[in-house]
């Protein structure tokens, strides 16, 4: 029952910014960390930032740091990422992702390119 469902992604041009949603049910939202990954093509996926079922102590990967923002709304049960200064580099899937218990769950992912 745990459903993970992005949305928000598109093309924007290198500088622009773009807004990642995930809405998120079948388990409860507030008691669990949420993350996002991406995978550009032919290279593996990798962590983009995560964030504490508190909010506290938000992670970032060094390629993202100080232009994306991971931040939630648990009383709407969706996490964002906010991406700025967009790179090509930062061309990919990006995947919204929570651990629960024994396994790791997966949304779809939603498509972002950064191109001139």
């Known amino acids: 029952q745990v459903q993970l469902v992005e949305s928000g992604g598109g093309l924007v041009q290198p500088g622009g910014s773009l807004r990642l949603s995930c809405a998120a049910s079948?388990?409860?939202?507030?008691?669990?960390?949420m993350s996002w990954y991406r995978q550009a093509p032919g290279k593996e996926r990798e962590l983009v930032a995560r964030i504490p079922n508190t909010s506290a102590s938000t992670t970032y990967a060094d390629s993202v740091k100080d232009r994306f923002t991971i931040s939630r709304d648990n009383a709407k049960n969706t996490v964002y990422l906010q991406m700025n200064s967009l790179k090509p580099t930062d061309t990919a899937v990006y995947y919204c992702?929570?651990?629960?218990?024994?396994?790791?769950?997966w949304g779809q992912g939603t498509q972002v390119t950064v191109s001139s």
């Open positions: 992702s929570t651990k629960i218990t024994w396994r790791r769950y």
């Open positions: 079948g388990f409860t939202f507030s008691s669990y960390a």
